[in-house]
């Protein structure tokens, strides 16, 4: 340990320290720092015969140095890489209709602490998979605010009890926050897409920020009648609710 009892002289330590660590051989590159970057390793002693070479047999020397230091470090990435593949978990494959069990730690909920709130929600069962590491799951009806798509580390398998005639009961039932509903501020435009109508809207706090500015489906505005209303009186020729879907 490079510091006193007391523990007020470590900076004092530092260079001896930095020297130490720079003079022990590594276990990935089998040499120590300072032999990699110069060829040899610094001498303690007090009588020291020079080591000094002509250029072309020290570039030499180098070359050969930092050779052996990247054979070195390759065989420590494929060790470590070996070693972390046989610890590596393979990611269960849930097929369409199994149920699985959803971590509550994205979750939001009415309850009044998460400490005491249940580690595991459901089961929900696999609707289909996306991409390699994702599924979608069907939710209830009341979690409408929740994307339906998770992270395969999010989920594990419903495990059914071996013990005949028991039926594991699922956590109790509780209803998630909703997200906080923006106020439109006005339509700015509409348009058919796939047969279905949609509207430019505008949010009321975000006018001056146009990024905000959101396609959304007709469905999405039902409480606001009047401003859609006022759009279309504005613009009778734009795709409404009585325009012709084919």
């Not at 047999?57 to 070996?82: G, H, N, P």
């Not at 013990?163 to 509409?190: C, G, K, M, T, Y």
């Amino acid at each position: 340990m490079y510091v006193s009892y007391h523990q007020d002289d470590w900076y004092t330590w530092l260079p001896l320290a930095e020297f130490a660590y720079n003079n022990v051989e590594h276990s990935s590159k089998k040499q120590s720092p300072f032999f990699t970057i110069y060829g040899r390793n610094p001498s303690f002693d007090s009588i020291h015969i020079s080591q000094d070479l002509p250029a072309g047999k020290l570039s030499t020397k180098l070359q050969s140095v930092q050779q052996v230091f990247k054979e070195e470090l390759e065989s420590a990435i494929r060790r470590f890489k070996k070693y972390a593949d046989r610890n590596r978990d393979i990611p269960p494959d849930f097929q369409p209709g199994y149920k699985v069990w959803l971590a509550s730690k994205n979750i939001k909920t009415t309850r009044p602490t998460k400490k005491l709130s249940e580690r595991w929600l459901g089961p929900f069962e696999v609707l289909k998979k996306i991409g390699s590491h994702a599924y979608h799951l069907k939710l209830p009806q009341q979690w409408k605010s929740v994307h339906p798509v998770f992270h395969v580390s999010l989920l594990e398998p419903v495990k059914h009890s071996t013990i005949p005639n028991r039926h594991q009961l699922p956590p109790p039932s509780f209803l998630v926050e909703e997200q906080e509903e923006w106020e439109v501020a006005q339509v700015l435009d509409s348009k058919l897409k796939r047969g279905k109508l949609w509207y430019l809207v505008e949010w009321k706090g975000f006018s001056e920020d146009p990024e905000r500015t959101t396609l959304e489906p007709a469905s999405n505005l039902t409480s606001s009648p009047e401003i859609v209303k006022d759009f279309h009186s504005l613009y009778p020729d734009n795709p409404g609710p009585n325009t012709s879907r084919v």
